[in-house]
């Protein structure tokens, strides 16, 4: 019993100097941003020409502020078309800055519509959370849902209707503006929305139970295990990866992020893992995706390792209005992969919109 007494008492111990050293690094922690050379810069843009689309000659960013001191990167074209179809708000996935989805918006542009993007907080060259840029930190989804649903009543136009293209974490913020009854789109179309997250060599459970108390010991701001900033020794431009199975595309965001070092979001705090479980209960609550009755259209992808299709399956079965595509073949990235699943997406956006 002495024995077991004196090992628990080494534990606590133990325990609370790893708290009092994980407040201290966090209350002292500074960030710098990991170096790239000009050959590395010249070998990003070289990549980028050849991987993406820019976006169109008339595309303008702008700045829309949802709060004091929030500054949220927008964009839309300029002049919009002579007679619009309606508008369109595009909104990317967790770590993708806008130019990403450069070829959607040229297209949606290019069909008759007002295209404005909206990046959230914490990611592309929106306001960041953290004394570390590169941290994806969520503090509340409800929040993000909010600027995302404020955004929305600035740029309806009236008699047009007003449709949201949104990727993976995009799409979770959306579908918690619809249901939390922020603001309502006519329509959606959903590309791989995070609906639950993947966790890996973590069983969800161990992982949530773990992100919890880190966040309630006040340690949330802490990279998640395994997690941390963006380092260009990481990436091998011309290599396939978990999310993109092209190797020809798959370092798009690396090459940004290589030309603008603002852009970089890497790694996800416990709390970001934390609050976005927490939002996966809301998500999934009886009668929440319910009540969403506007139609949805959802694009899924069969080698997804960084979202859960089958939850994404569960959610549009229980939405008031969902149709599915599912690409088999295609990773998490599924845009970015080849043109004809991106073509498809687009397509069907467009169709289910009503401009095809």
């Known amino acids: 019993m002495r024995f077991l007494l004196r090992l628990l008492t080494l534990v606590v111990f133990l325990g609370f100097v790893a708290w009092g050293y ?30 993406i689309e820019p976006l169109g000659a008339g595309w303008r960013w702008d700045v829309f502020s949802p709060a004091p001191e929030i500054d949220l990167r927008v964009g839309r ?19 993708a800055p806008l130019e990403m989805l450069a070829a959607s918006i040229n297209r949606f542009y290019a069909a008759g519509y007002i295209v404005h993007g909206f990046e959230y ?20 989804y409800s929040v993000l849902a909010a600027d995302l649903a404020s ?29 939390d009854e922020l603001a309502a789109a006519n329509s959606y179309a959903l590309v791989v929305p995070m609906g639950k997250i993947l966790t890996g060599g973590f069983p969800y459970e161990i992982a949530r139970t773990l992100a919890a108390g880190l966040s ?14 963006w380092d260009i020794d990481d ?4 290599s396939a990866t978990s999310c993109n199975a092209n190797p020809e595309r798959a370092q798009i965001r690396d090459a940004l992020f290589v030309l603008d070092e603002r852009k970089r979001t890497q790694g996800p705090t416990a709390r ?16 929440y995706p319910e009540n969403i009755s506007q139609p949805v259209i959802m694009f899924t992808a069969g080698q997804d390792t960084i979202v859960d299709t089958d939850a994404a399956v569960r959610l549009c079965d229980r939405l008031g209005d ?14 970015l992969e080849t043109d004809a699943v991106r073509d498809a997406i687009i397509d069907g956006s467009l169709d289910h919109f009503g401009g095809g």
């Not at 919009?80 to 309606?86: C, E, L, V």
């Not at 009543?153 to 047009?160: C, I, Y």
Request: glycine share 12%; charged share 20%; proline share 8%.
């Open 151 to 179: 955004f929305i009543s600035q740029v309806r136009e009236p008699g047009l209707p007003l449709h949201v293209y949104a990727i993976s974490q995009g799409a979770h913020i959306t579908m918690r503006m619809a249901g």
């Open 121 to 140: 907080r914490g990611q592309g060259l929106s306001s960041r959370l953290l004394t570390n840029p590169e941290k994806g930190h969520v503090e509340d």
């Open 272 to 287: 970001w893992v934390h609050e976005t479980m927490q939002s996966t209960d809301r998500l999934f609550e009886p009668g």
């Open 235 to 238: 990436v091998q431009f011309g």
């Open 322 to 335: 969902c149709t599915r595509q599912h690409f088999a073949g295609s990773r998490h990235c599924i845009g």
């Open 216 to 229: 309630y010991a006040g340690l949330g701001e802490m990279f998640a295990p395994g997690r941390g900033p």
């Open 22 to 51: 994980g407040r201290y690094a966090l209350s002292t922690e500074t960030h710098r941003y990991a170096v790239v050379s000009d050959d590395q810069r010249a070998v990003a843009q070289a990549y980028l020409d050849k991987a």
């Open 77 to 95: 074209f300029e002049p919009p078309p002579s007679d619009p179809k309606g508008v369109i708000v595009v909104v990317p996935g967790y770590t």
